[in-house]
């Protein structure tokens, strides 16, 4: 792994490893593997996507900081021509649409991280600290795993963390998700984070939910880097809104040790509906695509300025 300062890399990446939400949403195709027809399509549909990140990064996104984020099932011609053209790829090695985190290809999973040789190796897990108690043990026991594996190969890692609200946790704020999200989610989010390096796993780069506050943002950023550690956050986009993933980008781009962030939905999906509906065609889906894309990435950049 090249010596690099994670406090500072700035990394600005489209994300679509989204894959049993992906086919079921966009396709219709649920509670079986597609056929291999319906697989050619959705990997065409995400080759669009690619179509619209070369796009953007031609008009004007940095090449150093631009990202993307594929998976091999529907992605697996994308992340070699990522690699062969110097993109910084990310690809996944969970398990898709599942609750508790478990490798896609089991104790494979080393094979085809090296068959592919992304720059960095992404997880995405779900971890409420006050959740499922033996769960947590499992999916933090997996990741030890994968952790140890990672620096003993000098491979960057990508942890992506979910902290989905307990049924007690919704109750005690009425019910409304907003408000978890800004009363909640944030002090859960710093336990959770602590949780995951006390066991010894030890991401370069957390990409997590968005805050509206810059004091719970801070808080992320202390937590990613205590004891000194060479860790960087960059938020995600949870396939909110535009102004919402703007209103999260606007606040972390201000605060020292977040370094950018992954948005995936809110770039590509209603450009991707839209073609599927035959609404527009494939270049104008092409273009918006990169326009969105262009959008975050111009706003990141201003607000560094």
Avoid at 144 to 159: M, N, T
Avoid at 240 to 265: D, N, P, Y
Avoid at 272 to 290: H, N, P, Q, W, Y
Wanted: charged share 30%.
């Amino acid at each position: 792994m090249e010596k690099v300062d994670y406090t500072k890399k700035e990394l600005l990446i489209l994300a679509f490893d989204h894959r049993s939400s992906f086919v079921e949403k966009l396709f219709g195709i649920k509670g079986r593997a597609p056929t291999a027809q319906e697989k050619e399509e959705v990997c065409d549909y995400k080759s669009n996507i690619f179509e619209g990140f070369k796009l953007a990064v031609a008009k004007g996104v940095p090449k150093d900081i631009a990202g993307l984020l594929v998976d091999e099932e529907f992605g697996a011609n994308i992340a070699r021509e990522a690699r062969a053209k110097g993109y910084n790829l990310a690809m996944p090695v969970e398990k898709s649409g599942q609750e508790e985190f478990d490798f896609e290809y089991g104790d494979e999973f080393g094979r085809h991280i090296e068959a592919f040789d992304p720059k960095y190796t992404k997880v995405l897990v779900r971890y409420n600290p006050e959740g499922d108690g033996d769960m947590n043990k499992r999916q933090l026991s997996r990741l030890k795993v994968l952790s140890d594996y990672l620096h003993a190969k000098r491979r960057p890692f990508l942890f992506e963390l979910l902290v989905p609200a307990t049924k007690e946790q919704l109750a005690k704020v009425g019910e409304s998700k907003e408000r978890y999200d800004t009363e909640v989610r944030p002090k859960l989010m710093v336990i959770a984070l602590s949780d995951i390096q006390r066991a010894g796993v030890e991401p370069e780069i957390w990409k997590l939910e968005g805050t509206e506050k810059e004091s719970d943002a801070l808080a992320l950023v202390k937590q990613a880097q205590a004891g000194g550690r060479n860790a960087g956050v960059i938020t995600l986009g949870r396939g909110e809104s535009k102004e919402m993933v703007q209103k999260w980008l606007t606040t972390g781009a201000k605060i020292e040790g977040i370094i950018g962030f992954a948005v995936g939905r809110t770039i590509f999906w209603d450009p991707l509906v839209e073609l599927k509906a035959g609404k527009v065609s494939r270049d104008v889906a092409i273009e918006k695509i990169a326009q969105n894309y262009l959008d975050f990435a111009n706003l990141w950049i201003n607000m560094r300025k």
